[in-house]
């Protein structure tokens, strides 16, 4: 299985702050990677596709870069709603593997 | 508006078996591939299975070893996972997704809002 390992595994920061997640695949995955926001309680949501595709109806502050085997997420100016706990995906392979989560925090 | 609408969680005991359902609307549902995601209680998401969108083609996790086994019913709008032999570990929320493509997983875009499945005796 492709192993997809995402870093820091926790964050703190402040409304307004710019920050950058990091997800990185034990190979090549070309840009068939994702990105998910989920909230406490809630399903997960589709933010990003293909590694830098913004998904409908997902803000213009989240953008997605990277392909191979190093990706990012960023989210350039944080609003109160973005805390949560972000996930990486991939679908290069048909055995779909997710990184254990990146949870953003209220600094 | 896509609407996924999961049904049959509930409690069973190890080595028993349980149905899941994932009703869906507002799309053609044939045309699309879908998923099975768990989250084990405090932990992260963990990918289950998937179908393409006429069903002829399924994956599964390495984990699931003939355990589970996942359909769908086009005429109905409802894709199922069928669980056998459950374990302890199998306790989850378990959601369904839809995918952007038909004919193979790529992205989830819809998620239903899941179903608990807890495995105690």
């Known amino acids: 299985d492709i192993q997809m390992t995402q870093s820091p595994a926790s964050l703190s920061a402040s409304v307004g702050d710019r920050v950058t997640i990091i997800c990185r695949a034990s190979?090549?995955?070309?840009?068939?990677l994702n990105w998910f926001q989920q909230r406490p309680g809630k399903a997960p949501r589709l933010l990003i596709y293909?590694?830098?595709t913004l998904q409908s109806g997902v803000p213009s502050r989240f953008s997605g870069s990277g392909s191979g085997t190093d990706f990012s997420l960023t989210i350039s100016s944080l609003q109160a709603e973005d805390f949560a706990t972000y996930y990486c995906?991939?679908?290069?392979?048909?055995?779909?593997?997710f990184g254990q989560g990146t949870r953003l925090e209220i600094k | 508006e896509v609407q996924l609408l999961e049904s049959g969680g509930g409690l069973v005991q190890p080595g028993g078996s349980l149905r899941l359902s994932c009703a869906a609307s507002?799309?053609?549902?044939?045309?699309?591939?879908m998923t099975w995601v768990r989250q084990a209680p405090g932990k992260g998401l963990e990918w289950v299975s998937g179908?393409?969108?006429?069903?002829?083609?399924?994956y599964y996790a390495a984990f699931v070893k003939g355990r589970l086994t996942i359909s769908r019913d086009n005429r109905k709008n409802t894709l199922y996972l069928q669980m056998d032999n459950v374990r302890a570990e199998d306790t989850a929320v378990y959601y369904c997704?839809?995918?952007?493509?038909?004919?193979?997983?790529?992205?989830?875009?819809?998620w239903g809002q899941g179903t608990l499945v807890t495995v105690s005796s």
């Open positions: 293909g590694a830098s």
């Open positions: 995906q991939q679908s290069y392979t048909s055995l779909i593997t």
């Open positions: 190979q090549s995955i070309n840009t068939y």
């Open positions: 997704a839809k995918d952007r493509y038909g004919s193979a997983l790529y992205a989830f875009d819809h």
């Open positions: 179908i393409n969108n006429n069903g002829d083609t399924t």
């Open positions: 507002g799309f053609p549902f044939g045309n699309y591939a």
